[in-house]
T-cell receptor, first 117, second 113 residues
Framework: AQSVTQPDIHITVSEGASLELRCNYSYGATPYLFWYVQSPGQGLQLLLKYFSGDTLVQGIKGFEAEFKRSQSSFNLRKPSVHWSDAAEYFCAVGASYRGSTLGRLYFGRGTQLTVWP | NAGVTQTPKFQVLKTGQSMTLQCAQDMNHEYMSWYRQDPGMGLRLIHYSVGAGITDQGEVPNGYNVSRSTTEDFPLRLLSAAPSQTSVYFC????????????FGPGTRLLVL
C-alpha cells in the first residue's frame, strides 16, 4: 500500500537560510510525487511534481525537489527562505493508472514551517 | 474558469443531522475526489470518482456517501453526522490522462456538536 512519511512535524529556520523538508514514500511501482503548500485557512497549492524524467524538478516560488529512488525520498529544498514561505507543506504520492493518478493522492502528515525574521 | 468550488464554506451541525457538501468543477475533469484534513493527520482520501456514474472508496469512507451523476458535480453526503466528522473537507479534480495535477477547492469547515 502507498504511504508517505514526513519525519519533521515542525521546522524553524531564519529568513535567508536554506531549507530542506524531508519526504519518504512507500509504493510498489514508479511513483508520482507531489509537494503542496497550504497557508493558514487556505486550500492547497501545488509547488511541484515528479512523474518521470529528470529527477531534479523545479517548482514555483524558487522550490525544487529531488527524486531518489534508492532512498525512496522526494525532499523539498529552497536555497534562501523568505518570511512568506511560512506555511504547512505536504508531500503526496499518487496511485498511478494509465499514466494518471486515478484521482487518488496519499498525503504525509505535513511539516509546519516557521520563518524567523 | 471558476476552477473547483465548494459550498458551504462553514457549517455547524448537531449530532445525527444530515447534510450534503457540494463540489463542482468547470474544467471538464473526469477525476474528482474528497479528502478530509485533521490536525497532524494530513489529508485522507474519503471517496473518489473516475467519471460520471463511477465512484469508489478511499482510506476513510465510513459515514460518507457520494454519487456522480454529472461530470461537473461530486457531492459528499453525511447521513447522520458525528462529532468525529468535525474536520475540514477538500474536494479535488483532475484530468483522466497524462501528467495531470489535482486542483483543490477552498475547503468546507464542518463542526459537529
Amino acid at each position: 500500500a502507498q504511504s508517505v512519511t514526513q519525519p519533521d512535524i515542525h521546522i524553524t529556520v531564519s529568513e535567508g537560510a536554506s531549507l530542506e523538508l524531508r519526504c519518504n514514500y512507500s509504493y510498489g511501482a514508479t511513483p508520482y510525487l507531489f509537494w503542496y503548500v497550504q497557508s493558514p485557512g487556505q486550500g492547497l497549492q501545488l509547488l511541484l511534481k515528479y512523474f518521470s524524467g529528470d529527477t531534479l524538478v523545479q517548482g514555483i516560488k524558487g522550490f525544487e525537489a529531488e527524486f531518489k529512488r534508492s532512498q525512496s525520498s522526494f525532499n523539498l529544498r529552497k536555497p534562501s527562505v523568505h518570511w512568506s514561505d511560512a506555511a504547512e507543506y505536504f508531500c503526496a504520492v499518487g496511485a498511478s493508472y494509465r499514466g494518471s493518478t486515478l484521482g487518488r493522492l496519499y498525503f504525509g502528515r505535513g511539516t509546519q514551517l516557521t520563518v524567523w525574521p | 474558469n471558476a476552477g473547483v468550488t465548494q459550498t458551504p464554506k462553514f457549517q455547524v451541525l448537531k449530532t445525527g443531522q444530515s447534510m450534503t457538501l457540494q463540489c463542482a468543477q468547470d474544467m471538464n475533469h473526469e477525476y474528482m475526489s474528497w479528502y478530509r484534513q485533521d490536525p497532524g493527520m494530513g489529508l485522507r482520501l474519503i471517496h473518489y470518482s473516475v467519471g460520471a456514474g463511477i465512484t469508489d472508496q478511499g482510506e476513510v469512507p465510513n459515514g460518507y456517501n457520494v454519487s456522480r451523476s454529472t461530470t461537473e458535480d461530486f457531492p459528499l453526503r453525511l447521513l447522520s453526522a458525528a462529532p468525529s466528522q468535525t474536520s475540514v473537507y477538500f474536494c479535488a479534480s483532475s484530468y483522466a490522462e497524462g501528467e495531470e495535477t489535482q486542483y483543490f477547492g477552498p475547503g468546507t469547515r464542518l463542526l459537529v456538536l
